[in-house]
């Protein structure tokens, strides 16, 4: 397991100014109590050597926590808050000095609310668009370490590109990333911008042609649902899913899903472990080295079948 090595010896500078999304926000010194109310915020502060006080809870996780963030909390465990709708008197308890929302849903008014109670910085992109290298540059930013946030970005996508060299059958392949919610006669299909695209565009694979065709008329959407019974239209090299335990059973019941080309190929891989979700999901600078390279050979071999 790779770790992205912590960039030393660059001094911080302080006030920092971040421009983002809601508005331009002034960091008076090195902030001392973080907390993040983005997925996976917290990522990019615990590469930079900073354990926030506060994080959004990691769903799929008995603890709450992401086994690659647990390793840098160590015993020093954070508070966990619900994503879904901030509790502002939570965050005020912590007394932070810096609250991240980057890969959130934050608006003008819970921007307002949370700036009352320190200085907050949003996403530069849209609510729930950031990739993992706007969360790394704007928590840099933050910290007054821009430098060193860069240098962890290019050794991050260093780390793709040599997952593209180690597994090269990947490489210009086409794929269709989607997911299965039961009760539904369709599948999600996720489009380019997202973050479960993009991490495999990065790598050197291919959105087929029907996701290319619906991104194109669906400007600003990163994801579509497409009915099972137009399934043949996102046909790909590789299906890519990820699915809850109780979604594949009820997704491989359906006679249109086992008549699809890629699943009757085998070319279907299949994320249904919380780590391997949660990192092909939200891919950060701490998901990609301690999880990718354990899935990238088998979905290399669902290619060979």
């Given at each position: ?68 963030c647990a ?44 700036s009352r ?135 491989e019941a ?52």
């Amino acid at each position: 397991m790779l770790v992205p090595q912590r960039v030393s010896g660059a001094t911080a500078t302080f006030p920092a100014t971040v421009e983002h999304a809601l508005g331009r926000t002034v960091i008076a010194s090195p902030p001392k109590r973080v907390v993040t109310v983005g997925y996976g915020d917290e990522c990019a502060l615990l590469a930079l050597g900073v354990k926030p006080l506060g994080i959004v809870r990691s769903g799929m996780f008995e603890s709450g926590i992401t086994p690659w963030c647990a390793q840098r909390f160590g015993a020093d465990i954070p508070l966990l808050l619900e994503g879904g709708m901030t509790d502002y008197e939570m965050v005020a308890d912590l007394a932070p000095d810096l609250v991240l929302g980057v890969f959130s849903g934050l608006d003008s008014v819970s921007y307002g609310r949370l700036s009352r109670i320190a200085p907050t910085v949003a996403y530069r992109s849209g609510p729930w668009q950031a990739s993992w290298h706007e969360q790394t540059r704007i928590a840099g930013a933050a910290l007054g370490r821009a430098e060193e946030a860069e240098q962890l970005v290019v050794q991050t996508e260093g780390l793709l590109k040599g997952y593209g060299d180690r597994w090269p059958a990947l490489r210009g392949r086409s794929f269709t990333f989607a997911t299965f919610f039961p009760g539904r006669g369709d599948i999600v299909v996720y489009l380019p911008g997202e973050t479960r695209v993009d991490w495999l565009i990065q790598l050197g694979m291919v959105p087929s042609e029907g996701v290319r065709q619906l991104a194109s008329r669906n400007p600003g959407r990163v994801s579509v649902d497409v009915s099972l019974e137009v399934i043949d239209s996102v046909g790909a090299d590789l299906l890519v899913m990820w699915l809850e335990k109780s979604a594949r059973a009820a997704l491989e019941a359906q006679s249109l899903f086992r008549l699809f080309e890629p699943v009757r190929r085998g070319r279907c891989f299949t994320f249904d472990d919380p780590a391997s979700i949660w990192a092909a999901s939200w891919p950060n600078v701490l998901s990609i080295p301690y999880a990718f390279s354990a899935f990238l050979p088998r979905m290399e071999a669902a290619l060979k079948t």
